[in-house]
């Protein structure tokens, strides 16, 4: 059975409450002892065990210090913060048309100073064209029932906010799996203007292109979903029905690691232009 955004949040807000009666447990403390420390009811400290009141950063802090485990606070206050606006379904995101969401990230864009992508299925939007992105925001529109079609209008509206690639006080890491080369979106020739642009941003010198060659015989990290990395503050994951934006650090880490594992195993410079110049043979 499929997980909604709202019970996702209250299962992110459960996790919250079981680590922090871990914290309680491991310390010896009792649920009065807990709250005396902390400086209110018992009552309270059973509601946030319990996932039926949300902590404040304040309480989480103090719990932490009770337990002796102030070096677990703040971990758990992002975790808390994130639990309730992590899930955003598109359908909510998407509802004025397209174009709206892409001019919401204009002004978050300039204030990134380091972007990290990985994508296993499709050119990153950052590295888009305008035709490439015109029949992937058209296909979504459609088959999310978007009463606002404005595919086009993104699209031209996402090749402005990409601009930032050409502003100076940014560097961009993007890493994309090879197969992404032969997923065609739109007709051959929006697929050869769009391989054609990877050549062209790949040899900016602020652009660092990795891709994973199909031909790796032993991967120590598989393909995983397609993720972007802002800065070490916010890593947004896209899934078919929400994105998930991640703000806890020890899950940034995490996202840290994987990308790291597969930027070793990609090819930069010549070899992934040879895979790019490969891949655009292919289309005649």
């Known amino acids: 059975m499929p997980i909604s955004p709202s ?32 400086g209110w009811h018992h009552s309270k400290t059973s509601r946030v065990e ?10 989480i802090r103090a719990w932490a210090s009770a337990c002796g485990a102030l070096d677990q606070a703040e971990d758990l206050v992002a975790q808390s913060l994130n639990a309730e606006s992590m899930y955003s379904e598109w359908r909510h995101q998407v509802r004025r048309g397209m174009k709206q969401l892409q001019d919401s990230v204009v002004q978050f864009y300039q204030e990134t100073q ?17 035709g490439y992105a015109a029949a992937l925001l058209t296909s979504i ?7 606002v079609n404005d595919g086009a209008e993104a699209a031209a509206a996402r090749v402005e906010r990409s601009r930032v690639i050409h502003a100076p006080g940014h560097r961009f890491v993007m890493l994309i799996e090879e197969a992404v080369l032969y997923s065609q ?24 292109l990795g891709i994973v060659p199909m031909a790796t ?22 899934f078919l029905s929400a994105e998930v934006n991640i703000t806890q650090p020890s899950e940034i880490a995490l996202y ?29």
């Not at 380091?114 to 305008?130: A, D, H, I, K, N």
């Not at 979106?185 to 660092?208: K, N, R």
Request: with cysteine; hydrophobic share 45%.
């Open 114 to 130: 380091l972007f990290r992508v990985y994508s296993s299925t499709m050119v990153p939007g950052l590295l888009q064209t305008e």
């Open 256 to 284: 840290l690691k994987a990308f790291e594992r597969l930027r070793a195993m990609a090819v930069y410079g010549a070899e992934a232009r040879r895979l790019i110049l490969r891949a655009i043979e292919q289309l005649h």
């Open 217 to 238: 015989r032993t991967r120590p990290q598989w393909p995983i979903e397609t993720f972007h990395m802002y800065d070490d503050s916010l890593v947004s994951v896209e």
């Open 7 to 38: 019970s996702s949040a209250q299962a992110a807000r459960e996790v919250v409450a079981l680590r922090l009666r871990d914290l309680r447990k491991s310390a010896g403390l009792t649920v009065v002892e807990l709250a005396e420390r902390c």
């Open 185 to 208: 979106l739109g007709d051959e020739d929006a697929m050869a203007a769009q391989l054609g642009y990877l050549l062209t941003a790949g040899a900016l010198p602020q652009v660092s």
């Open 50 to 59: 319990n996932a039926v009141t949300a902590p404040s950063a304040g309480d």
């Open 141 to 147: 529109a459609d088959f999310r029932d978007i009463p």
